[in-house]
Structure formats: C-alpha cells, structure tokens
C-alpha cells in the first residue's frame, strides 16, 4: 500500500474503531488528544496491524459462528476512559471509591440482561464465556462433584469437561453425545446416564451443535436427578434474545454465555440465574476468581443488550437462521454431507470424507480463497482435534455484514469448489477475487440502506 494510501486507510479505520473519541474522552478536548498523538502516531506497528485486520474484514468472508462485527457504539465504549476505573466488588459494594459512573454502567447492563432475558439476576463481571462457566461451577458445586456435559466431538466445550481443561480438573464430568444415526442429542441415553451417574448439574450447550436444544426434556432429566441445569448458551444467545430459538431462561437454574458471538458485543461473558443462586454466583465471581471487573467492557456489554432488546435484532437473529438454512441447502445440493443432515440454528458442521484431505487443510485453503472458516471435529471424530474431519460454517458475521440470501447461495457454491479441490491454485486465487468483489458490492449495498435510516441500530465496525 503506497503511503499516503496507507495513512488515510489508518486514519479512517481509526476513527471508525473509535480510538479516537477514546483519546479525546481521556484528555478532554479534542485538541489536546491530537497533541497526545493517535494511535497511528505512538505506535505505529500495532496501528498497522489493526489496519490490516481492519482490511481482512472487509475483504474476506467471515463464516466463523462464533465471530461477529459489533457495532461502531459498542467500540466505543470499549475504548473508552472507563477502562481507567477500579472497581471491586459490585453496585451495592465496591472496595473502591469513585464508582458512581461505573456503578451507573453495571447498573444498566445488569437491568438490561435481566430485561431481555427475562432472569432474576445477571453477573455481568465474566471476563469470557469460559470465566462464566468457572463462576457458576465455583457457585453450585463442590470440588469432584459429578456433572454432566456434552462431549467435545459432539460440539460440547473445553470447559464441558474436557481433560485439558478445569472443568474436569476439578470435577467429574461424565459426557454424552450424539446418536449416531441421526447425530442429534439422544434425549433417553441423556435420562439413561443421568440416572446411572445421579449428577449435581447438567450443562447443556455447545460449541458445534447445529439443531435446537430441547429445554423442557433437559429440565425433566434435571429434575428426575436432583440435578441442576446450567445452560450455557454462549453460541445461541443472540438467537435466544432475537426469538429465533427457544430460551433456556424459564428453565434453566444458571444460563451462562460469552457476549461476542450472536449477541455481537465486546469479547466477554455474563451469567443469568434465579435470585436464590444470586448471592453464592457473585461472591463466587469476585472475589473468588476474578479481581477487578473490566468497566468499559461492561459498558460494551450494556451497549450490546440496549442494541439487542432493539426490534431490528429480532429481524437479525431471524436472517442468521435463514441464511444458515440456504447455505446448508446449497451445500446439500452440492452433494456434500452435513452432521445432522442440516441445521435449525446459526451454524453448520461438514463432514469431510474420510479418504480425503483433513478439516484444517480444507479451512486452509478456503482461507487462502477468501472464505474463513475453522477445522472442527464431527461426532465419531477420527482425526484428532487438531487435523479434524470437519469444518464449521456460520451466518451470524456476514449476517451483520449484509449478506443475504443470494450472496449464501454463491458463497455455497464457492465452498463446496474448494472443498472438492483444495489444491487448485488457479481456482482459490479467482475464487478470492470474487469473494472480495463480493464484499465490495455487499458493503455499498448496507452502507446505502444506512444512508437512508436516521438513526441506524448496528453500524458494523468496518463501516
Ligand atoms: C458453548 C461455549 N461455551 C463457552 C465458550 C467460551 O467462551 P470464551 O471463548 O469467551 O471463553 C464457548 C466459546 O467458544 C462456547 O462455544
């Protein structure tokens, strides 16, 4: 990139990252954050590196389901002067004096996740869906207590038990999956292990998952134990507030979940549950494992659930299922083999041949196509973690970034071209080209309709 070229690029992706209001917000006027020097000006390598992932975005295809583009408000308060603040402790208490604009912040965001969730009571302190996850464990159980989660190759996270991770570190997670014919949670081997194993929580959730959870008959299961059911809907949350799946709230004791993937706010997590768990999760929360909370992530978090109770989210949470249904049926009709024969939600899993190329060559190449998407293990997994037989695609990012469902059925088509010829050179450098001629078009297209709403519900941040 020449250099002027190089320096216009940066000085308008910074201003829509919004570093700029961030500096002016923490000296006061405008003037003296242009004496304090712009991002661009004091370190000129991280600059540059968040210009070049500013110009990935735009230029290539984000299909990871768990990715997403907050809007250009929600940066704004990620980058802003709250990030100065120490704050232990919660609204009611801090440690800390000069809390009154944070409290203001944590105040809101909790109200406005208990509004759209419809829960007694929200920690909105997890620092990530994972810490979530650690704070509800913290609060309902005891160290080698028996839980129950969903295998990592059926879509279940690291932190449902997987022997790398805490979880299962600390307690005993005994696992179910899949059945393998229809690659749908089989509701009676779930009854069936919960009776043998008599747990103390069921998590239900997961990572790669691409059918609806049936909450009703995951509380029964909970209920004939004495079980208690955490929901960890960190994937399917911003379905869940956009009506476009059915909420665990109602059923669940804890409903866990990270902010930045259908939700789309900053990188974090929260935890709803009923008011007679909410003293034992917070205290568990701060001071058990975390010290002080990430303020201006948690006015992020408060933009986010402003922007999520908005009618617009409802159409958004309702075209990432649509989308997800015409990139399935596209790749259906190219012949390739989806786990479960399709999806209801966000994502979809392709189960690659076994005799052919692993899931991260596929990704790989794909990437090298402009189409991002991540390796990911299939049910019956027989190439590890690491190599895979699958690759998972999702909606909720292009989604956002205008996509519909033309676009989908290209994108459909161009997948299923590479999958088949991961080798051909010639067929990923044109495919790349389209692709970014693709988000050209796309972009042009959602900044128009932009131009013309007076006040627009979510500007992607690459806008
Ligand atoms: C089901 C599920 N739970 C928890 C997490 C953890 O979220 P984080 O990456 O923010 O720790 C993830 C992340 O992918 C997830 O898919």
Redo the contacts with the bound molecule.
Sequence with gaps: MASTEATNAREATGSALGYGAAVTATAGTEAAARAAGTLAQVDPEVSNAIVGEATRLRETIQLIP?ENYPSLAVMEATGSVLTTKYAEGYPEFRYYQGCTWVNVVEDLARKRACALFGADHANVQPH???SA?MGVYFAALQLGDTVMGMELNAGG?L?HGSPVNFSSKLYHFVTYGVAPQTERIDYDQVAALAKEHHPKMIVV???AYPRIFDWTRFREIADSVGALLLA?M??ISGLVAGGAHPSPVPYADYAST?THKTLRGPRG?MVLCRQQYAEALDKAIMPGMQGGPLEHVIAAKAVMLHEAAQPDFRDYAHAVVDNAKVLADTLLSERLTLVSGGTDNHLLLVRLPVDGPSGRQTAQALERAGLVVNANTVPGETKGPVRTSGIRLGTPATTTFGFGPDEFREIGHMVAAVVRDIRNRTLLSQTATRVKELCATVEARRRAREATRQHPAHVPVMA
Excluded: F, I, L, V
């Design positions: 768990s990530s869906g994972s996850n996270h932190t959730g997961s990572s960890d960190a994937h990270s997590g």
